[in-house]
């Protein structure tokens, strides 16, 4: 057994595993799994920068996440940094805060080598048994982008496109000018709010949904989508929606960990986001402050990978990017 320790950075959101790998039985056992939404990529795709205020929260989180580690005694650690840190012009800001505070330094990966280690952690589970047919096709929704990964047992294709939840809400659910979706505790009396339309109209919807139909027609160019026989859903749009679905009063990662989507089901929660309000989206009892502003789109997102391949389901898993990235050290 090896203690390693898995940091997943992206655009939304900032995540620790740490745990104990048995390659040899394929066994990785969590001691500790935390997240913590961040917001890193605020602003991101307007600015090209990240906003000093995105830094020091993801930067407070590292320090929490260096005493977890230290405490745990954790013998590897791999930072991984994905699509915000990509895209930013002062990424070496973030390099040295994240090296000064974990003592590693981030890897600010391709969006392909993102997709490996989400398919790694997604399937490695799954592969093998009887009631779920390859070849798999694992989607993560992140905040700035989506990755798209088919394999049946070893990688066949892999494509990440730039849109996310995070990315879908600040291009066409913002006012112009106005304040960005904020990550505190405190969404119902933030600026953010107000700067939201809420809910959004059929315009902007069609257009969110005019940016996700042309991103899978790029995937599709690399990644062969209709193939799948099983659709995998990865990352916190996903979870929530299953939570909502399953008609949880708390958030239950075992509840949602394997558990099936219809179609049906995804359509009439993306729905039901659309038409809601901040507060009647905050009062779902799973629904993380953080991601009230962002659930929706990142909803019609899922709904739209979905009436694309053709999938009547989404095997929804707990299990991804940092699953991988753990494997990737444990070797």
């Known amino acids: 057994m090896k203690r390693v320790a898995a940091i997943d950075c992206g655009t939304n959101s900032i ?107 997604a399937t490695k589970e799954l592969t093998g048994r009887t009631d779920h047919a390859q070849p798999f096709l694992v989607v993560d929704i992140g905040g700035g982008s989506t990755e798209f990964v088919l394999g049946d047992g070893s990688v066949r294709a892999a494509r990440s496109v730039d849109v996310g939840c995070v990315r879908m809400t600040e291009r066409h659910l913002v006012h112009e000018g106005e304040a960005h979706p904020s990550p505190d505790h405190r969404p119902s009396t933030s600026a953010a709010h107000a700067s939201l339309t809420d809910p959004p109209t059929a315009g902007q919807i069609s257009a969110i949904k005019a940016d996700v139909a042309a991103a899978l027609d790029r995937a599709e160019e690399t990644v062969p989508l209709r193939e799948a026989a099983t659709l995998v859903g990865l990352a916190g749009s996903v979870t929530t929606v299953a939570a909502i679905a399953l008609g949880l009063e708390s958030y239950d990662s075992e509840a949602i960990h394997h558990s099936r989507l219809s179609l049906a089901q995804v359509r009439e929660i993306t729905g039901r986001l659309l038409s809601s309000t901040h507060a009647e989206r905050a009062a779902i009892p799973v629904m993380h402050p953080g991601r009230v502003d962002v659930i929706a789109a990142g909803a019609l997102v899922l709904l739209s990978i979905m009436e694309r391949t053709g999938a009547g389901e989404v095997v929804v898993s707990e299990h991804d990017i940092l699953d991988g990235i753990a494997w990737s050290i444990a070797g």
Do not use: H, W
Request: one cysteine or more.
């Open 15 to 121: 995540r620790l595993l740490v745990a104990d790998a048995d390659p040899a039985t394929g066994e990785l056992k969590d001691l500790d799994r935390r997240m913590q939404i961040v917001r890193l990529g605020q602003g991101v795709d307007r600015t090209g920068r990240l906003a000093p205020e995105a830094l020091e929260r993801t930067f407070a989180a590292c320090r929490e996440y260096a005493a977890v580690i230290k405490g745990l005694g954790a013998e590897q650690v791999r930072f991984v940094a994905t699509s915000a840190s990509r895209d930013a012009e002062n990424r070496e800001d973030f390099v040295r805060g994240v090296v000064g505070i974990l003592g590693v330094e981030p890897e600010v990966i391709t969006g392909d080598q993102e997709a490996e280690f989400s398919y790694t952690g």
